[in-house]
């Protein structure tokens, strides 16, 4: 069975930190997404990696996959009150038409 | 707007009945899934359909069916409902095995 695990479950942290979201898996991604939800709403998609080793950069959120494809990063620069939410990431199950999330981190980031 | 559309946004219900969830997917995805979000939890994966056959399974109870129809729209069936039934379900559209896109959820509360 695949699954991505996420860490850590919750943070809470003062505005203008830093943080890392991490996403891992001990099978083979051919890609990853990462979504954010906020309270009552639809999770938003927010990017897609699909090249090992790849970095994207979403204004202060990086996104970086593994060399391997079996894990994934979430970093994000100088927090905001704004990027408080339920960060999941996701992606194709290899071989199977399930498409799978993982178990989630919730942000909470204080004014 | 992700153009995933969910009626109805609210539903409260007794024990014991039935409800149908609606969802029409993006114009030109194929794939719609169906997810279960109970308060502060991550997301179930229930079902997925694709052009209208079932093609993956989650953890969704014998109480609950869905189905997708010619024109990609799709109904999620939830038969003697239990208090713990009360949940969002969020319905998601995508071509296959890449990323998807969230309706805004219909939130179904069980009395």
């Known amino acids: 069975t695949q699954l991505l695990e996420q860490s850590p479950q919750f943070l809470s942290i003062q505005e203008g930190e830093n943080l890392t979201v991490y996403c891992n898996s001990s099978?083979?991604?051919?890609?990853l997404q990462w979504y954010r939800q906020e309270p009552g709403e639809g999770p938003v998609l927010l990017v897609t990696?699909?090249?090992?080793?790849e970095v994207k950069k979403l204004k202060r959120l990086t996104f970086q996959f593994g060399d391997a494809r079996k894990d994934s990063s979430l970093h994000i620069t100088a927090a905001q009150p704004g990027d408080t939410g339920l960060y999941l990431c996701?992606?194709?199950?290899?071989?199977?038409?399930?498409?799978?999330f993982g178990t989630g981190t919730r942000l909470k980031v204080l004014a | 707007d992700s153009g995933v559309t969910q009626t109805p946004k609210h539903l409260i219900t007794a024990t014991g009945q039935r409800v149908t969830l609606r969802c029409s997917p993006r114009s030109g995805d194929l794939s719609v899934y169906w997810y279960q979000q109970s308060l502060d939890q991550g997301l179930q994966f229930l079902i997925q359909?694709?052009?209208?056959?079932?093609?993956a399974k989650g953890n969704i109870l014998e109480r609950f069916s869905a189905q997708q129809f010619p024109d990609l729209h799709s109904e999620l069936n939830l038969s003697s409902l239990e208090l713990g039934d009360s949940a969002l379900y969020f319905c998601?559209?995508?071509?296959?095995?890449?990323?998807?896109?969230f309706g805004p959820g219909t939130r179904l509360t069980v009395l």
């Open positions: 990696v699909v090249t090992g080793g």
């Open positions: 099978s083979v991604f051919s890609s």
């Open positions: 998601a559209s995508s071509v296959p095995r890449r990323e998807q896109f």
């Open positions: 996701a992606g194709d199950g290899s071989g199977t038409y399930k498409y799978i």
């Open positions: 359909y694709y052009n209208g056959e079932e093609r």
